[in-house]
């Protein structure tokens, strides 16, 4: 089993956003990424492709 991947990038300017990349499934989460943009850019830089969206609040 290998380990998540993480990455954290800025959104907004008082905000961050993160990934969590399953290697072995190809699974990938944005947690709380108030912004489409930079989720968009941080994707592309890895090649993940987004499969979850989470949102613990509002």
Do not use: Y
């Amino acid at each position: 089993m290998k380990p998540l991947e993480i990455d954290v990038f800025l959104c907004r300017s008082d905000n961050f956003g993160v990934l969590l990349h399953d290697p072995e499934s190809g699974a990938t989460a944005a947690i709380d990424a108030p912004e489409e943009g930079p989720i968009l850019q941080a994707l592309d830089g890895h090649g993940w492709k987004l499969t979850h969206i989470f949102t613990t609040h509002h």
